[in-house]
């Protein structure tokens, strides 16, 4: 059997993907040797046509005679099925509030006042004071108090004064006062409800002028905050960025229909409100930066552009750790003639990646000249100074990858400014640093190196994801800016790189890391549009289907909102050692009643599509609906003939679409063959020279 993973006709309309198999090729030698111009010809039979399938019998001919005999060429229609990963980015959309505002001192609502409040804290102050019993808190008051046992309440923190600090001091505060909540075990009594302003939201609707340190410490502060959902999601924290040009009465409305949906299972975690309109967040498909690209089984992106010319070197930060190296080769490959890696060290990062190989091939191999430099990014000293000897050495900078960074990852009550500032200090400083002092170099690309942690949040990553969304939010201030600014999300990366260092017991699931060739695929598709007119989103996330569908099933809290535009099946999971096989030597399979059939047939469909025991399959619904691709339908077939020694063709899922349908099947294949009559072989059109024959009659 010749199993077709399924091909699609055009690029631009995924409903053409379909699954198909073959029951059995015969290929002959060509025996026209004449001129005929490579044409073939051929005859096909029509063996079945239903609504949801067709079967054909094939025969490819030349001048010399059959060339091919194809049989029981069955395909169906499947539901696109998206990559393993894609790009996606986050962006804001319209959505107007459906649930109630909190009704008037329905609970009480305690109100955080942190030290130099200013206007707009007293504003939100009164706004909920308006109908809400409201107690003010400082940082070292006695939370508790005697509201302390109420059912419910909300903790309204209002982070509207940010200061003059980009840096980590903004966020140290923050991570202060969260974790003093969370200590006073408010969290597990009391919804937490950040209030921040213009900052996050759709950057083209701006509500006032906010200068750039105001948005970079908040959006660092909303990256801790995603992370701090995830590690105690029984706060129910909810983040607001308000619309502060609103007169108070419509900010106190916005704020208590946004604090009444907190808790509810529907609503939005993170809101932004501009000019009166409510926006929330929204994972949408980065559809148009997959431009002249197309989408066959795992390559998720392949570039058919022009490389860029930059006149310059490229400078890449952590050049010397895996996706620097990466990034490297992927600039050469795009026709980059310089570049220049930099860490501290000044040596690769890890042994045992194969970085050494890597370094040695760039430059001995790959006709680039290829320098290292030592410098910490954080220090701006030290980059002034590699920026001017780079400059100097180079003629110039046209590209800068900011891929330097470290992680010290720690549970969010555990975290310190020490933990803050050592990953804070060569991301987030670092990339300032490039940003400003590269102003003058006329930069054909500023590319930097964020994570999925940003985009999602990371238990145990509060520093880091503040960090990255720190340089989430410089990307599109420089784009605002008319700057080249990208910030690349990256998920883990397999191979190279800190990801790959990790240890054992923390390895992340390799179902939601992309490979080193994904990177590059990645890196020249944005590289490309970002140094030519075509105009990319300022934030891309490389998102690995498995993360997506796994997150839908596990409901994280994030999710109602942010995730529901997004349709992905299931990812298949290999069927694990749980789904117990009946086969015994001698007796396979005998005996079962109808029931165990139908169970067992369930537990592997779910172990296929990764789905929860508690969510119930209905035994009715065609499986291809439920996100049983072609592979996976190949892989049930093999899996339900091993478990009860039955043969199963590979169209199974075809013939009997649904778990009632497979179920009752293998049921009388089990029967039959305990009546005496033998395992049924599966039924085929095959004989051989039939088609053959037909085609000549004809
Ligand atoms: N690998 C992944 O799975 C993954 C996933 C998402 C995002 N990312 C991001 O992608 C970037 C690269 O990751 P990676 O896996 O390639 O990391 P890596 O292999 O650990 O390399 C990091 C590099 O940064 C350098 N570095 C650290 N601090 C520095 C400083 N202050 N000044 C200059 N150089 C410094 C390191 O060299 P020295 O120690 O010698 O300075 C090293 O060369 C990071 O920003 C990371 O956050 C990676």
């Given amino acids: 059997v010749l199993q077709l993973v399924g091909f699609m006709g055009d690029a631009y309309s995924p409903e053409a993907f379909v699954a198909a198999s073959v029951e059995r090729v015969i290929l002959h030698q060509a025996r026209w040797e004449g001129d005929n111009d490579g044409h073939i010809w051929g005859g096909a039979r029509i063996v079945e046509v239903t609504a949801n399938r067709c079967i054909l019998d094939f025969v490819v001919m030349d001048h010399g005679g059959v060339v091919m005999e194809l049989y029981g060429f069955c395909f169906a229609q499947l539901k696109p099925q998206p990559p393993d990963s894609a790009l996606y980015s986050a962006r804001w959309v319209e959505r107007a509030h459906v649930g109630k505002a909190l009704a008037a001192s329905a609970f009480p609502v305690r109100v955080m006042q942190l030290p130099g409040c200013c206007r707009l804290d007293n504003v939100v102050l009164e706004a909920v004071g308006a109908t809400h019993e409201v107690f003010s808190l400082a940082l070292d008051n006695n939370m508790g108090g005697h509201h302390y046992n109420s059912a419910k309440s909300f903790v309204v923190v209002p982070l509207l004064h940010v200061g003059s600090s980009h840096g980590s001091m903004f966020l140290e505060s923050v991570l202060e006062l969260v974790q003093s909540l969370l200590k006073q075990d408010l969290s597990k009594h009391h919804h937490m409800f950040v209030v921040t302003s213009g900052a996050e939201g759709p950057s083209e609707i701006e509500s006032t002028v906010w200068g750039i340190d105001h948005r970079l410490a908040v959006s660092a502060v909303w990256g801790l905050l995603r992370s701090a959902r995830l590690e105690v999601p029984v706060a129910r924290l909810a983040i607001t960025c308000i619309d502060t040009d609103a007169k108070d009465e419509l900010l106190a409305q916005q704020l208590l229909q946004e604090i009444g949906a907190v808790g509810c299972s529907d609503a939005a975690y993170e809101v932004a409100y501009r000019r009166g309109t409510r926006f929330?967040?929204?994972?949408?498909?980065?559809?148009?930066?997959?431009?002249?690209?197309?989408?066959?089984?795992?390559?998720?992106?392949?570039?058919?552009?022009?490389?860029?010319?930059?006149?310059?070197?490229?400078?890449?930060?952590?050049?010397?750790?895996?996706?620097?190296?990466?990034?490297?080769?992927?600039?050469?490959?795009?026709?980059?003639?310089?570049?220049?890696?930099?860490?501290?060290?000044?040596?690769?990062?890890?042994?045992?990646?194969?970085?050494?190989?890597?370094?040695?091939?760039?430059?001995?191999?790959?006709?680039?000249?290829?320098?290292?430099?030592?410098?910490?990014?954080?220090?701006?000293?030290?980059?002034?100074?590699?920026?001017?000897?780079?400059?100097?050495?180079?003629?110039?900078?046209?590209?800068?990858?900011?891929?330097?960074?470290?992680?010290?990852?720690?549970?969010?009550?555990?975290?310190?400014?020490?933990?803050?500032?050592c990953v804070f200090g060569p991301k987030a400083t670092g990339a300032w640093l490039l940003h400003q002092h590269t102003l003058v170099d006329g930069l054909r690309c500023f590319v930097m190196f964020s994570s999925v942690s940003s985009l999602l949040g990371q238990p145990g990553q509060a520093n880091y994801s503040a960090a990255n969304a720190f340089l989430d939010a410089l990307a599109q201030w420089r784009q605002s800016q008319a700057l080249p600014g990208l910030s690349i999300q990256w998920p883990a990366v397999t191979g190279v790189g800190m990801a790959a260092a990790m240890d054992e017991r923390v390895k992340i699931d390799a179902r939601h890391s992309v490979d080193t060739r994904v990177v590059k695929l990645v890196l020249k598709q944005l590289l490309s549009l970002e140094t030519t007119e075509a105009s990319v989103h300022a934030v891309q996330a490389v998102v690995p289907r498995s993360v997506i569908a796994d997150s839908q099933l596990s409901g994280r809290v994030f999710l109602p909102e942010f995730l529901s535009d997004?349709?992905?099946?299931?990812?298949?999971?290999?069927?694990?050692?749980?789904?117990?096989?009946?086969?015994?030597?001698?007796?396979?399979?005998?005996?079962?009643?109808?029931?165990?059939?139908?169970?067992?047939?369930?537990?592997?469909?779910?172990?296929?599509?990764?789905?929860?025991?508690?969510?119930?399959?209905?035994?009715?619904?065609?499986?291809?609906?439920?996100?049983?691709?072609?592979m996976a339908s190949a892989e049930l077939a093999i899996t339900l003939s091993n478990q009860f020694a039955v043969q199963l063709p590979s169209t199974v899922v075809f013939d009997f679409p649904t778990v009632a349908d497979l179920s009752e099947h293998v049921h009388s294949e089990l029967v039959a063959r305990s009546d005496g009559g033998g395992a049924h072989s599966p039924k085929t059109n095959w004989q051989p020279g039939l088609l053959r024959r037909e085609v000549s009659e004809m």
């Fill in 566 to 630: 997004i349709q992905v099946a299931p990812t298949r999971r290999s069927v694990t050692s749980s789904t117990k096989s009946v086969t015994s030597p001698g007796k396979p399979g005998r005996g079962l009643q109808r029931r165990e059939v139908s169970e067992m047939v369930e537990a592997t469909v779910r172990s296929l599509l990764g789905t929860n025991a508690a969510d119930a399959i209905d035994a009715q619904a065609p499986l291809m609906d439920m996100g049983l691709d072609s």
């Fill in 280 to 421: 929330v967040r929204k994972l949408t498909p980065s559809v148009e930066h997959v431009i002249g690209s197309v989408c066959i089984g795992k390559d998720v992106l392949r570039v058919d552009r022009p490389p860029p010319r930059a006149p310059g070197a490229a400078l890449i930060t952590g050049g010397l750790g895996g996706l620097g190296l990466v990034t490297a080769e992927a600039l050469v490959e795009l026709g980059v003639e310089r570049v220049v890696l930099v860490s501290r060290s000044g040596t690769v990062k890890y042994g045992g990646q194969g970085l050494e190989e890597r370094l040695r091939k760039l430059q001995q191999a790959s006709g680039a000249i290829v320098a290292v430099e030592r410098c910490d990014v954080g220090d701006e000293v030290s980059v002034v100074a590699l920026l001017q000897r780079v400059r100097k050495e180079h003629s110039g900078i046209g590209v800068v990858v900011h891929a330097a960074g470290v992680i010290a990852d720690k549970a969010l009550v555990e975290q310190n400014a020490e933990s803050v500032h």
